[in-house]
Structures are given as structure tokens and as C-alpha cells.
Nanobody
Framework: QVQLLESGGGLVQAGGSLRLSCEVS????????LAWFRQAPGKEREFVAA????????WYEGPGKGRFTISRDSAKNTAYLQMNSLEPEDTAVYYC??????????????????WGQGTQVTVSS
């Protein structure tokens, strides 16, 4: 079992920055995939970014590409999502999710069996 705990959400003005954290409970989190998704009211949950825990390779999609950076600190068992130049459209609940090692990076929420509880990010204009 993997337990994930997000933190770092909050209210920020447009143009500001936030760093989200996702603490992973399982120590043997080696080659697994850790991803960030987000879900705005009335919209589907969408893939934001993912990182392969072992090598740190990262993938991005969507509006956050070029503004968001995913990283992980293996020693702290924690992944991060640095979000810069935030826009009101980035307002959503942000979730971290984990999947077992795969050759390709899963981008569908259905491919991730482990989820955190989510953290609210609100960007005011």
C-alpha cells in the first residue's frame, strides 16, 4: 500500500507562485510513477505532470507546461510541484497519485491506484 499526503495549497494572486508537496508513505518507492492531477469544479480530472521516482525523468501536459516543475526528493520521500506565473484558470484541487512502474507514463486517472486527499489551490485575479 502507498499513502500520499499533499500540502502547500492556498490562495495566491495571479502571477504568484506556490509549491505543493506530496509525502509518500512507502519507503520502497523506487521506480514507481508519481503524478500530479488537478480538477476544477465541473471539469474532469486532468494530468498535470509526472516523475519517475528512480531517475527523476519528468513529463508535462496541459496549461502548466512551461510554468510548472515536478521534482522529487528521495531522501525525504516527497515529491513537489512548483507552480509559477499562476493564473485564475489554475484554480483547482490538486492531487498527487502513484502507480507501479510502467514503460510509458500513464496519463489517465484510471491508471493510478493510489491517491492523496487533494489540496485546494485558488488563484485570484
Amino acid at each position: 500500500q502507498v499513502q500520499l499526503l499533499e500540502s502547500g495549497g492556498g490562495l495566491v494572486q495571479a502571477g504568484g507562485s506556490l509549491r505543493l508537496s506530496c509525502e509518500v508513505s512507502r519507503r520502497t518507492f523506487t521506480d514507481d510513477i508519481l503524478a500530479w492531477f488537478r480538477q476544477a469544479p465541473g471539469k474532469e480530472r486532468e494530468f498535470v505532470a509526472a516523475v519517475r521516482w528512480s531517475g527523476g525523468d519528468a513529463w508535462y501536459e496541459g496549461p502548466g507546461k512551461g510554468r510548472f516543475t515536478i521534482s522529487r526528493d528521495s531522501a525525504k520521500n516527497t515529491a513537489y510541484l512548483q507552480m509559477n506565473s499562476l493564473e485564475p484558470e489554475d484554480t483547482a484541487v490538486y492531487y498527487c497519485a502513484a502507480s507501479s512502474p510502467t514503460d510509458t507514463i500513464p496519463r489517465s486517472p484510471r491508471q493510478y491506484p493510489y491517491w492523496g486527499q487533494g489540496t485546494q489551490v485558488t488563484v485570484s485575479s
